[in-house]
């Protein structure tokens, strides 16, 4: 019998902001809070994570700052302050008015920035990564243990919406934020898909593939099972395609990346590589037919979507090439009425932000990416960060990460609690290699 899961508890102010708010998603879901907390929280942390950074010295030993911020986090920061000034010469550029550009500033301040503001909390303050997973294993619990009922729900009758809060009169980007379902009707099928705490059914896939990714880091086998189980589960009653490829490329890719350094996984890639030449056209029909019936389980939001992009990359090469449109304009019938710059993030910025709004996501996404490639490679620690990294990627293909960064945000806490790890390894090493005090730097040769 093994033994009891180790108690963790949190020690310091930071952490038991995170792990209530964690721990508790599902309550704050019935009250159709999460879209009020994220943002709430990202700007407590960031303003915290200030604080430690001013008065470092003279703050108690469990809260001082982890180090200054890595060069990674400021790329972040400035991408996304980037992204508020094409926000405003968009709006001032198509005369949106004084109005609308404050409202989608407070939207900014809810979205966007939340992608630097957390890897700016994780990176300084002393967050613990085990509390962040344990937490996360419990959300799995409350998951499992409301399972029954969820799935219990549309054939008992139930509705689909139980209700929405009060709280929309904050302001969001839908009702869908604040509300609280069962489950919703799939209109292709008329089948029942299941949403767990997100606002859409392909996003709650996305958040059980990190709840995956979280639960395979954990240590104690009975909370590493609850989490596994409570994501397979979201990733499978949502019936999103895109959880299961990220079920598979998440938890598979960074446990193999490492054999990048290995011989014989090169030797065998070499043969493997040979026998396309006898295999390859059989791979390459076979990869075809694939695509096609990944895309035909779902035909209806396939086009949907591949409109979408296609209206969204003329309008923005045409109308609005290097700052955008400001905002999300309303789509036709054939689309279903989805707004041009919805369901995408590339061609969803590129036609509200523009290119500058594209490159300010794009620069500091591809630079975390090679950090935590490179040292997910070498090391067990970036196992979980590339998991989340990659998750943000596949999720930026097909939903909008601005709307979505208030649910991210354990696995951007990771992104810059592990860009620190970088940075102090890098701070070692350089140290190590420069002359300490009142020592002589190495002399070269000395000539006959």
């Not at 997973?133 to 549309?154: D, E, F, N, S, Y």
Request: net charge positive; with cysteine.
């Amino acid at each position: 019998m093994s033994a009891p899961a180790p108690r963790l508890s949190p020690v310091n102010p930071a952490e038991r902001m995170v792990w209530v708010a964690l721990r508790w998603t599902w309550p704050f879901y019935f009250l159709g809070a999460l879209y009020v907390v994220g943002p709430v929280l990202a700007w407590l942390l960031a303003g915290l994570a200030a604080f430690c950074l001013y008065f470092g010295p003279v703050m108690r030993p469990e809260m001082r700052p982890r180090g200054a911020i890595p060069p990674v986090v400021w790329a972040w920061m400035l991408g996304m302050c980037v992204m508020l000034v094409a926000l405003w010469v968009g709006h001032l550029n198509w005369g949106l008015g004084t109005g609308k550009t404050i409202k989608s500033s407070i939207g900014w301040a809810k979205g966007w920035a939340l992608l630097a503001l957390f890897p700016l909390a994780g990176a300084v303050l002393p967050i613990r990564r085990e509390i962040l997973i344990r937490a996360q294993c419990v959300v799995g619990l409350w998951t499992l243990a409301l399972l029954p009922i969820l799935i219990a729900a549309p054939y008992a009758g139930l509705p689909e919406r139980i209700f929405t809060s009060p709280l929309k009169a904050i302001g969001g980007p839908g009702p869908e934020y604040f509300s609280v379902f069962f489950f919703t009707w799939d209109p292709a099928s008329w089948t029942p898909r299941w949403q767990f705490y997100a606002p859409w059914s392909p996003f709650a896939a996305l958040l059980g593939v990190l709840q995956v990714c979280f639960a395979l880091e954990e240590k104690d086998r009975r909370w590493k099972s609850i989490g596994i189980a409570a994501g397979v589960a979201m990733i499978l009653l949502s019936k999103s395609r895109m959880g299961i490829v990220g079920l598979v490329a998440c938890t598979l890719g960074p446990r193999l990346l490492p054999l990048v350094l290995r011989g014989w996984a090169w030797m065998m890639l070499a043969a493997l590589t040979g026998s396309l030449a006898v295999l390859g056209s059989w791979l390459l029909q076979g990869l075809k037919d694939g695509v096609a019936a990944f895309k035909g389980a779902r035909a209806d939001s396939t086009r949907v979507r591949e409109t979408l992009q296609r209206i969204a990359g003329e309008r923005w090469q045409n109308e609005a090439y290097w700052f955008g449109h400001g905002t999300v304009a309303p789509g036709p019938h054939l689309v279903e009425y989805m707004p041009i710059g919805s369901h995408h993030t590339w061609w969803g910025l590129l036609f509200v932000k523009g290119l500058v709004g594209m490159l300010a996501l794009l620069v500091p996404l591809v630079w975390h990416t090679l950090i935590v490639l490179v040292d997910a490679a070498r090391h067990p620690r970036g196992r979980l960060p590339l998991s989340v990294i990659m998750t943000i990627v596949l999720l930026s293909f097909g939903e909008n990460l601005e709307i979505e960064a208030y649910m991210l945000w354990p696995g951007l806490l990771i992104l810059g609690a592990h860009a620190q790890d970088v940075a102090q390894d890098a701070r070692r090493r350089v140290s190590r290699a420069a002359p300490g005090p009142g020592q002589a730097a190495p002399a070269g040769p000395v000539p006959a």
